[in-house]
């Protein structure tokens, strides 16, 4: 067994043999520009991108219910989910706003959301931000709720990056689809994991990035639907027109080709895959919590993320517990900003407490978790805990029986 170990596959994952392999052609062999019309060069570059659109359109349903074939061009081409999200929101933003200026999103979103919502607040837009439950959920009736007759879109990703909680998109997707709204998922961590599919959840745009799984980084797609209804959006890009007209500039081939492939990867193989990781993940989490008191799991039990644990150790920091625990690489719930520690905005938004906040580890299973990585990572966690918490004089009132909430604490 190798050391580190890599548990983070939320943030990125590495890149499959197999998909390096479909790329390499085209760095240098088939090296053609995709937009090049007059010779064999741009022919071969535009088929392998013709196709690839056709792969990855096949993962996500985006199929014509009438004949059943891949809706290749549905997929716009772009440099990753951050483009992907801007695209789909800036653009039915600006497009629609003759027709309302509402949009409602999630406090759980990813930043590339969130942060592109409240851009369009400076602009004028409205933007409600809904709450979640306890697990991180977004109620169907809520979404209800907040509509109006000037709301345009709404945005709810399939599944969180932080606590791996799955959304309701379908339900969401019947309620958007009969009130003539549109609306958009952030579906990166979601795809090929858990079920999604754009034509049984009525889903009119959707975002994907291929280096979330197994692809390379710096491209992904937005998922334009082109009937019922067809959606339009004003490009964020201006330039050659390429991407019918939606995004300018030269396709990224060899990453086209090889998240396409990615895509296949994950078709034919996800599924078996998902039910592996997520018995090694009830595995880890069995041994922790039965090793460990007083851990807690952030996001909901069964609606999640198969790769996604992500547990607050009460009484242990998450940053102490990333050093003690270096020789593994995962995520804490806390945000390192420039001074400060702030615990996580999509666990604050759960209503978990700070200090519980402050003592979660997100840990991220993926393709190459070996079970013997597993045994390695348990073990390690359940010393370093154990150790930490014996310096802690906290966890000693704890044990002790006191209740920490109702002590006086001297002011100093
Ligand atoms: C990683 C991620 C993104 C950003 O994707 P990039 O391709 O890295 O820009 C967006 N949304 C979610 C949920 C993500 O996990």
């Not at 951050?82 to 789909?88: C, F, G, I, R």
């Not at 931000?129 to 709404?154: C, N, Q, R, W």
């Not at 994991?193 to 979330?212: E, G, Y």
């Not at 999640?304 to 995962?330: C, H, Q």
């Amino acid at each position: 067994m190798k050391l580190p170990i890599y548990m983070d596959y939320h943030a990125t994952t590495p890149v499959d043999p197999r998909v390096i392999e479909a790329m390499l052609p085209y760095f240098n062999e088939k090296f053609g520009n995709a937009a090049s019309r007059s010779h064999a060069f741009g022919w071969t570059a535009e088929e392998a991108v013709e196709r690839s659109r056709e792969e990855i359109a096949k993962l996500i349903g985006a199929v014509d219910e009438k004949s059943g074939q891949a809706d290749g061009k549905s997929i716009i081409f772009t440099s990753g989910a951050t483009e992907a999200d801007n695209l789909a929101i800036k653009g039915v933003a600006e497009f629609y706003k003759e027709k309302g200026n509402h949009v409602i999103t999630t406090k759980i979103e990813h930043k590339a959301v969130l942060d592109t919502c409240k851009r369009l607040e400076k602009e004028g837009f409205q933007v409600t931000y809904l709450d979640v439950d306890k697990f991180g959920m977004v109620s169907p009736e809520h979404v209800a709720a907040a509509l109006t007759d000037k709301t345009i879109l709404v945005s709810v990703m399939l599944a969180n990056n932080e606590v791996g909680t799955v959304q309701p998109i379908a339900e969401i997707g019947k309620l958007t689809r009969s009130k003539g709204v549109l609306l958009h998922c952030d579906a990166v961590q979601g795809i090929g994991k858990v079920p999604f599919d754009v034509n049984a959840m009525n889903v009119d745009l959707a975002s994907i990035t291929a280096h979330k799984m197994y692809g390379p980084k710096g491209i992904g797609a937005l998922y334009v639907r082109r009937s019922k209804p067809r959606v339009r959006l004003t490009s964020q890009m201006d330039g050659g027109g390429h991407e019918r007209g939606l995004r300018s500039g030269t396709l990224n081939v060899p990453g086209i080709v090889g998240f396409a492939k990615a895509a296949e990867i994950m078709r034919l193989e996800g599924k078996a895959e998902s039910e592996r990781i997520l018995a090694q993940r009830e595995a880890l989490r069995r041994k922790l919590t039965s090793k460990l008191d007083e851990v807690h799991l952030n996001g909901h039990p069964e609606k999640r993320l198969p790769g996604n644990l992500n547990l607050s150790f009460a009484f242990v920091e998450g940053e102490a517990m990333i050093m003690a625990i270096k020789d593994v690489a995962v995520s804490s719930g806390s945000a390192c900003t420039s001074a400060s520690l702030e615990p996580s905005y999509v666990l604050r938004a759960m209503g978990v407490g700070e200090e519980a906040a402050h003592s979660s580890i997100r840990f991220g299973l993926g393709r190459w978790t070996t079970d013997e990585e597993l045994d390695f990572v348990a073990n390690l966690v359940i010393d370093k805990v154990n150790k930490l918490r014996e310096m802690s004089p906290l966890w000693e009132m704890h044990k002790e029986g006191i209740d920490l909430s109702q002590v006086q604490w001297a002011a100093h």
